[in-house]
């Protein structure tokens, strides 16, 4: 991978010589590929000038229209005014390096006291939902939703016809199981629920990172180890 970097040497490109004729010949600049939310929020809060103009004077600034979606986005959450002048809420979403209604989401989740179903959503949001997906199993998968949403089926779901609570149902239910009987459980369990093991598994560290992005701005107390319990 070092190659011509270093010093000389023969780099081998493996892909075909048709698709290297139609990349681009530099990579378009990551501002002008990425959301601008986060951006804008640590521009409003650093105070280096409306975000239209201050990201304007950058050497392949990323479209208007680009920016003004942003702004509109940031304004529509309550993270900023017309004026882009920072709101209290925006101010704690620039601490949280999350999508901004991500980041409102866990904010008004803990000032409300349902931090840990929060926490599970947010953690689905950010990378998938713990339900199969292959085709194969796509619906059965549906139908073990389905069935979390029962009205007698005794889960944070119940009665709710809410994708978000069946996805916390769910990892709950697969969470209590792995806890109280073990591993091996937890697999069958997911297995009874066309649930994906390797997805919980991710769902896990990413509601411990959620939750210390938290407890670094100051909104929850727990110990570095902790954000799986609560």
Known sequence: GRAGRVRPGVCF??????????MRKHPVPEIM??????????????QLGLCKEFLGRMVQPPHAHAIEAAVSALTNIG???EDESLTPLGHHLAGLPVDCRIGKLLLVG???GCLSSILTVAACLSYKTPFASSYEERDAADRC??????Q???????GQFSDHLAMVAAYNGWLEIKRSKGSSAARAYARAQ???????YMITDLRKQLALMLRDIGFVSINKGGGGNI
């Open 194 to 200: 066309h649930l994906s093991q390797a997805t919980l």
């Open 13 to 22: 490109s493996l892909f075909t010589s048709d698709r290297a004729n139609k």
């Open 145 to 150: 939703k389905a069935a979390l949403c029962f």
């Open 152 to 158: 007698n089926s005794n889960t944070i779901a119940s």
């Open 33 to 46: 590929r990425v959301p601008l939310e986060e951006v804008c929020l640590h521009i409003r809060k650093l």
């Open 79 to 81: 993270a900023i005014t």
């Open 110 to 112: 803990t000032i409300l």
